[in-house]
């Protein structure tokens, strides 16, 4: 899959920048960090760091997932929301289209997630040796093709919200990992980081960055 990376180029989207943090809107197909190879330098990190030198890691999203992502200034900063993130103090609220009529309307799936070893990068429940996840899931409208849902991670494993709706029988359309059968219908994976709470590094005041879901 890295062999047929070719990154969108669109500008950046700057949802919120100051002297501590800086918000961005990360497009679907984009690298969150560079991959190894140079054929897999471009990312948002450095596409960044070209407007903001100073900008450091705080998180992640897939590279097919699109949405909110918060960067770092500081190396305070970075401390500071690192912690928010290891705490489970942050709130994040994702959009995504799923195949099939999801019921009931909310639930919670709490299923340990681990590497799929032979057939990586994918994840899967594993009880045995996994770590353990956490997904609220709201369905927002539904027919028998497909359900539109928020999910709202608990945890922040690795594909956490793409296996935990496997695991519901309703994969994420798009999905080249876990629903190859439905990329043909789908120009990207139907994920996206909609919202993300959080407590900026100064002073503390609770913020709130959304983007809408191009989808």
Known sequence: MASDYTPPTDPLNILHEDHQIVVADKPAGLLSV???GEHLADCLLTRLQEAF???LLVHRLDRDTSGVMVFALTPH???HLGLQFEKRQTKKTYLARVAGRLEPKTGTVDLPIGVDWPNRPRQ???HE???NALTDWRVIRADDSESRVHLMPKT???HQLRVHMLSLGHAILGDPLYAADSVAEHPRMMLHSEELRLRHPEGGIGMKFRSPAPF
């Open 77 to 79: 900063a970075q401390r």
């Open 34 to 36: 560079p991959g190894k």
């Open 53 to 55: 030198p100073q900008t």
């Open 156 to 158: 922040g494993r690795s």
């Open 129 to 131: 040796n996994g770590r």
């Open 124 to 126: 899967m429940i594993d």
